[in-house]
């Protein structure tokens, strides 16, 4: 599985950005989950969040009511919008798919390039 991302960028605080991940290659083999992390500078990766086959999904704490998880109808994309940006989200964020269980947990079976969101106070 090959993901590709996009739609990271420089924003300020307050502001919206909405990331997009295509999932490519074996995509059809099995269900899969889909999802996002971040690392910032310094830090450890985290998880953002993530989206299950069936819709189930997650968030981290620091994302609840300001970060929407959506897969398209085909499943093969995912995308994050980002509302109410802050300073503490800056990070390199990497799409992820795989199997949920896995997800949920802080890994991934595959993993995109990063795309970077930077937001200025």
């Known amino acids: 599985v090959q993901l590709q991302a996009y739609g990271g960028g420089l924003v300020q605080a307050g502001d919206s950005l909405r990331l997009s991940c295509v999932a490519s290659g074996r995509t059809t083999d099995s269900p899969f989950a889909m999802g996002w992390f971040r690392q910032a500078p310094g830090k450890g990766r985290e998880i953002v969040s993530a989206?299950?086959?069936?819709?189930?999904?997650d968030y981290a704490d620091s994302v609840k009511g300001r970060f929407t998880i959506s897969r398209n109808n085909d499943r093969k994309t995912v995308y994050l919008q980002m509302n109410g940006l802050k300073p503490e989200d800056t990070a390199v964020y990497y799409c992820?798919?795989?199997?949920?269980?896995?997800?949920?947990?802080?890994?991934?079976?595959?993993w995109g390039q990063g795309t970077l969101v930077t937001v200025s106070s």
């Open positions: 989206m299950s086959w069936t819709g189930a999904i």
């Open positions: 992820a798919a795989g199997r949920w269980g896995l997800l949920r947990v802080g890994n991934s079976d595959y």
